[in-house]
């Protein structure tokens, strides 16, 4: 689908509102929990040692609140009891000094620690980072092409991918929250030696704060998730609406208006669905607050209470109270911290379902490939090969015979939309057929290992990527563990004309081209041609693709470049798509197919003779050079 045609029916489409989605199931958001083993054994993979360090560092951390609380209690009492007996004397101040000293001591440790686990979680957490984005490349690299073209999965791969950064905050957030529990577990054996009531006040004061950050933040998952559309809509009119791409076309047709409008509906929509949320969150936060503040003072009037009734010292209410005040704090966070990290969890659940799909073009482990025919001897026959895409009405092709002979020339010959793209990609197995088979030398396709089949298959896309990288690396690609081979490179670019274009590059083979990074050179769409070309020769495979690789060249380049390519591809098969006929001349044998479907196949003087579909269209183009 072309670039506009896919804009105007992704704006055209109607698509079910976000708000008629069900808000996640209670069950959902626990098994969503269950993500948090996995993903913490993510993290152990990244940095065994990082990690190890960190919750050491953070152990000693969750001790460290009720040994201060506990010295402060000290120096309370110590001072009160001086106060009461220092009846002339001098007053021995040593015992005072030495739990200030350890309390100092104490501040400075917590502070240091603070410091260190903060730096080990940014160090980890980049780590954690690079680790996941390899896994999610690593493993897109193994999926279908197909796949990518499916709505759903690139919602999918977006999700995962846009959510790196909400799993470093996790993964702190996760560690953070062991460190308090651990805290909470110090300071709550204080209390309940003390009086478990106390326990019992806290829990009433904090619980409603806990619930309505929880359904907050399942609300605020679900508009999101629902909008995941939109949201990769919106940056595609960003993207359209700005960017060196697509600013020619902008320009010419005057879209500008139309997608900044069209951006503009669509973000204040979602501004808006955002911002009654945030409201309705604050309101009530505001609310559930009150709440415990207000537990935390009768608990403080309680312990004062017993205090001036002379059934605690004054350091023991310090403590006391400090202690509440602290669990409470430390509550409070972990139980707003645990509804956030459940959300986390619902995220992590996109990337874990993003590494659950996997490719059908597959090994069957049970059947060992087999070797990949060196030379190809007898060549590639399809048996009523039929294909639809994926989501399509339509066959793209249907009840295909032919033959692919070793070492033969063949041409393909359609009009638009008529399946010669689609047949190149069922060779090079990017996709394998809905029906039907394909054989090379008498077994199917799918006999042999798609890597090694691919190693020996070259082709040439007409859409084929311009990489944003010096032109000697831009004909590498064809064979890229051979980038360091400057002569194979500068053999390749000569084969292909693409040493004419380079020669005349002020950094030659080192020069960056695009214009994407600084100092990148932009070249002509037939300069890209020929350096993509290049990548067919550095390859040297026994099957050359070429799906109109000369559209974009002058006359006079397209001419040298097949007499070229019939005399440095002899011995080899290859399969040329092109619409000039100038060029489909020149290949041994013709196939045309028209809707998908065989028409006919034979040489340019046959099918001539035959006075076929071929004889017709080649008449046509012949008569527009008259
Ligand atoms: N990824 C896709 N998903 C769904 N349909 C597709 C996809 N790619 C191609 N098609 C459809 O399959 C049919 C064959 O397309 P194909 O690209 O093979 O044609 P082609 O002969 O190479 O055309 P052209 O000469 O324009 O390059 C067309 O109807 C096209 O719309």
């Known amino acids: 689908m072309s670039f506009w045609t896919n804009l105007f029916s992704r704006i055209s489409a109607k698509r079910p509102r976000p708000d008629g989605k069900p808000a996640l199931t209670l069950r959902e958001r ?44 000290l120096i309370i009492d110590e001072v009160v009891r ?35 686990v903060a730096l080990l979680d940014s160090l980890l957490g980049d780590l954690l980072a690079n680790y996941s984005s390899v896994k999610l490349m690593e493993h897109a690299a193994e999926l279908d092409l197909d796949q990518f073209e499916d709505a759903a999965f690139y919602d999918k791969l977006e999700r995962a991918r846009r959510q790196t950064l909400s799993r470093t905050m996790l993964m702190s957030q996760l560690l953070g929250q062991a460190q308090d529990i651990l805290s909470m577990g110090f300071l709550a054996a204080g209390l309940v030696a003390y009086n478990p009531w106390l326990l019992l006040l806290l829990g009433v004061a904090v619980v409603p704060a806990f619930l309505g950050e929880s ?38 047709f005057g879209l500008s208006g139309f997608l900044i409008e069209r951006f503009r509906t669509l973000s204040t929509e979602f501004f808006l669905k955002n911002r009654t949320l945030a409201v309705r969150r604050a309101s009530w936060g505001t609310v559930f607050a009150a709440i415990g503040t207000m537990g935390y003072y009768a608990a403080y009037l309680y312990l004062i209470v017993q205090a001036v009734n002379g059934r605690m010292t004054v350091g023991q209410l310090t403590f006391l109270a400090g202690s509440f005040a602290r669990l409470r704090g430390l509550l409070e966070g972990v139980l707003s911290r645990f509804s956030s990290l459940a959300e986390g969890a619902l995220y992590l659940q996109d990337f874990f379902d993003f590494f659950q799909m996997k490719p059908r073009i597959v090994r069957d482990a049970s059947q060992p490939y087999l070797p990949f025919p060196r030379p190809i001897r007898e060549g590639f026959r399809f048996e009523e090969v039929g294909f639809k895409y ?31 793209t689609t047949l190149v990609k069922l060779l090079a197995r990017l996709y394998d057929p809905t029906e039907g ?8 396709l799918r006999a042999y290992d798609p890597a090694e089949l691919r190693q020996e298959i070259g082709v040439i ?13 831009n004909i590498a690609v064809g064979r890229i563990d051979e980038r360091q081979n400057q002569t194979r490179i500068a053999d390749a670019a000569s084969r292909s004309l693409a040493d004419t274009v380079i020669g005349k590059l002020p950094g030659g083979y080192e020069q960056m081209i695009g214009r994407r990074f600084a100092g990148g050179v ?3 769409g037939g300069e890209w041609q020929k350096i993509a070309l290049g990548r067919a020769y550095m390859r040297d495979a026994q099957l050359l693709i070429l799906d109109e690789p000369t559209a974009a060249l002058d006359a006079r380049a397209e001419h040298e470049v097949f007499l070229r390519f019939a005399e440095l591809t002899k011995g080899k098969t290859a399969v040329l798509i092109s619409h000039r006929f100038s060029t489909v001349r020149m290949a041994d044998r013709i196939l045309v197919i028209e809707h998908g479907q065989f028409v006919e196949i034979g040489s340019h003087q046959e099918l001539l003779a035959r006075g076929g579909r071929y004889a017709e269209l080649f008449r046509l183009q012949a008569a527009g050079y008259q």
């Open 437 to 444: 088979r394909i054989l090379l030398d008498g077994h199917d």
């Open 522 to 524: 932009d070249l002509s």
């Open 461 to 473: 896309f007409q859409d084929f990527v311009r990489f944003q990288l010096p032109a000697g690396q």
């Open 30 to 73: 626990a098994a969503a929990l269950r993500n948090i083993p996995a993903f913490m054994r993510l993290v152990w993979q990244t940095s065994p040692r990082l990690f190890v360090l960190n919750a050491l560092l953070r152990l000693v951390r969750a001790g460290l609140p009720l040994a201060m609380l506990y010295i402060g209690r």
């Open 215 to 252: 359904h907050f933040n399942e609300r605020s998952y679900s508009l999101v998730h629902s909008w995941t559309p939109e949201r990769r809509e919106l940056d595609y009119l960003r993207q359209t609406g700005a960017s060196d791409d697509t600013a020619k076309e902008v320009k010419i």
């Open 82 to 116: 001086l106060n009461q007996g220092s009846a002339g004397g001098p007053v021995p101040l040593t015992p005072v000094l030495t739990l200030v000293a350890l309390e100092f001591g104490l501040a400075v440790l917590s502070d240091a620690l603070g410091r260190a």
């Open 390 to 420: 994926r989501n399509a009405e339509k066959w793209a092709l249907r009840h295909l015979n032919f033959e692919l002979r070793a070492g033969e020339k063949l041409a393909l010959v359609g009009e638009n939309g008529a399946g010669k």
